[in-house]
């Protein structure tokens, strides 16, 4: 009886100390200053807002990146693929329906 009571309070001060955790990480996090870039030392609101521009900003001001040319090198391939697949599909149902067609003249 005395060893499941003390396995019991166990449990629950872990789970308190959990709980004062979570509250004590989230209470620094909400009184936590401004993030600043170190760089060009500008708040995270003024990143923010440059990163909008971007995305906001045409296709022909936008230059494009490395990753950004090797994804749409890697769609082409995948609709050439596609296409090859398609035309062996068509291929394999007009050789099925040849066969077929041997079968019954027989």
Do not use: C, W
């Not at 308190?16 to 609101?45: G, H, Y």
């Not at 521009?53 to 090198?73: F, I, Q, R």
Request: net charge positive.
């Amino acid at each position: 009886m005395l060893k499941q009571s003390f396995i019991r309070m166990k449990k629950v001060l872990a789970s308190l100390l959990m709980v004062l955790f979570i509250a004590s990480v989230t209470v620094a996090a909400v009184s936590a200053e401004p993030v600043v870039a170190k760089d060009k030392n500008m708040s995270m609101k003024n990143l923010e807002m440059k990163t909008t521009e971007m995305k906001n900003m045409s296709m022909k001001d936008k230059t494009y990146t490395g990753l950004e040319k090797k994804k749409e090198k890697l769609e082409r391939a995948i609709k050439r693929k596609e296409m090859k697949l398609k035309d062996k599909i068509k291929d394999l149902k007009m050789k099925k329906e040849h066969m077929q067609n041997k079968e019954m003249s027989k």
